[in-house]
């Protein structure tokens, strides 16, 4: 049996019979932070460093950055981790990467994305940047991305198990909890509702309807 529980104190659900792997697929939130946070500061100081970077154009380079993640982020959720599966291994797969946090929503160790999941993302968009990014602007911007991600991760974090009691925190809790608990098919943005206003999947902003959830219960 697993020894994880969620915060309702119940056995989390097993996702693999083999233990090793099992134990992969639960993260402790402060693993991403530490995990990438040497990485970050490599970037930085190489951008710094070798490349010579200044303030403003390092300010510019975040500002892609964080606009390019939050990007990532929304096609990511809309089209990979709701991707309409059909046959049974692409709903197994779908399943194992994200329908387990809409199974069972409280496991607060299946909320951050797991390293090794995330080194795969990570290096899979290095290689897509790589194409566009000038050579000497890559690690910045890598750096920054990943910023973007963390910021991200703990966003997650937080809308689920924080009382959140900033005007802005509790309106990313409640955009959430609608995409949760109202229509997984609106909602996408976690970071920022950006691209739901953009493509119009803002529960608000489509006119969906249904029952709302609200931060104050």
Not at 9 to 25: D, V, Y
Not at 47 to 65: C, H, P
Request: net charge neutral; with cysteine; proline share 4%.
């Amino acid at each position: 049996m697993s020894k994880h529980k969620n915060v309702a104190g119940k056995e989390s659900l097993r996702l693999f019979e083999n233990r090793a792997l099992e134990a992969l697929t639960h993260v402790h939130p402060i693993v991403p932070l530490v995990f990438w946070s040497p990485v970050v500061i490599y970037f930085l100081g190489q951008a710094a460093g070798e490349e010579e970077l200044g303030a403003g154009t390092l300010g510019v380079i975040a500002l892609v950055a964080f606009a390019s993640w939050s990007f990532v982020e929304y096609v990511a959720h809309r089209f990979l981790f709701h991707f309409n599966a059909r046959s049974a291994a692409s709903k197994y797969l779908v399943f194992l990467f994200h329908g387990v946090h809409h199974a069972d929503s409280q496991d607060k160790t299946r909320l951050v994305m797991p390293p090794a999941g995330a080194m795969l993302m990570m290096s899979l968009l290095w290689w897509i940047f790589s194409l566009v990014v000038p050579g000497d602007w890559l690690e910045a911007f890598m750096a920054f991305f990943i910023v973007g991600y963390l910021c991200y991760d703990y966003t997650h974090y937080a809308v689920h198990h924080f009382d959140l009691q900033s005007s802005v925190g509790r309106y990313l809790k409640r955009h959430h909890m609608q995409h949760h608990f109202r229509d997984p098919n609106r909602n996408f943005g976690v970071s920022s509702p950006l691209w739901d206003w953009v493509f119009r999947t803002d529960i608000a902003v489509s006119g969906a309807r249904g029952p709302q959830w609200r931060a104050d219960g």
